[in-house]
Nanobody, 121 residues
């Protein structure tokens, strides 16, 4: 059984930075492509960033490009989302997802429980 556990986030000031981590456990999780999604209150879940299993290919939503960086350390079965220059509109619950390299949330097989990021002005 694959489990994804997010950590990090919390309350951050506008213009600040924070890093989310997603620790994966289960068989061959280091071979899974991974992604980060977010869901703001009253809105649909949206793609934030994705990374293939080697880490050699990444993809970003236009709204976060140049501010967020996705990375992974396969020896630790962990994926990271470094978030810089945060804006109030980045406030959302952030979810780690595994099993696909896609902007479509329906393509992913595994999901974490989510972690709240609140950007205050």
């Amino acid at each position: 059984q694959v489990q994804l556990i997010e950590s990090g986030g919390g309350l951050v000031q506008v213009g600040g930075s924070t890093r989310l981590s997603c620790a994966a456990s289960g068989p061959t999780t280091s071979n899974y492509p991974m992604g980060w999604f977010r869901q703001a209150a009253g809105k649909e879940r949206e793609f934030v960033a994705g990374i293939n299993w080697t880490g050699g290919s990444t993809s970003y939503a236009d709204s976060v490009k140049g501010r967020f960086t996705i990375s992974r350390v396969n020896t630790k079965n962990t994926v990271y989302l470094q978030m810089n220059s945060l804006k109030p509109e980045d406030t959302a619950v952030y979810y780690c997802a595994g099993g696909a390299y896609s902007r479509n949330p329906g393509a992913y097989e595994y999901w974490g429980q989510g972690t709240q990021v609140t950007v205050s002005s």
